[in-house]
């Protein structure tokens, strides 16, 4: 059963950047959209970025003009630079990725990697 492993999670001041990568392990085919969400403590998951299979990319309202999700179609992996990063985007950011096998609409997220932000 296929895996997505995500990394560059960190601890960094408010006004800093990260780039988040999240990637397959095992065999995944016929990937749709990709997104990144998080999960602040107290709070539901929510979407952070998503990603069309043809490239195209659309954002939650507060990460707008900070955040560039982008994917490598070659790795079936998917990436979020992060920049300006603010307090509030502390949160676990977890990967997840619409696929597709023998017919069968999948859905397979990541374990997570934190973000924190200080002010």
């Known amino acids: 059963q296929v895996q997505l492993v995500e990394s560059g999670g960190a601890s960094v001041q408010a006004g800093g950047s990260l780039r988040l990568s999240c990637a397959p392990v095992?065999?995944?085919?016929?990937?749709?959209?990709m997104g990144w969400y998080r999960q602040a403590p107290g709070k539901q998951r929510e979407s952070v970025a998503n990603i069309t299979s043809g490239g195209t990319g659309t954002y939650a309202d507060s990460v707008k003009g900070r955040f560039t999700i982008s994917r490598d179609n070659t790795k079936n992996a998917v990436y979020l630079q992060m920049s300006s990063l603010k307090p509030e985007d502390t949160a676990v950011y977890y990967c997840?990725?619409?696929?597709?096998?023998?017919?069968?609409?999948?859905?397979?997220w990541g374990q997570g990697t934190q973000v924190t932000v200080s002010s």
């Open positions: 095992g065999n995944i085919f016929s990937v749709d959209h």
């Open positions: 997840h990725a619409v696929h597709w096998r023998v017919g069968v609409r999948l859905s397979t």
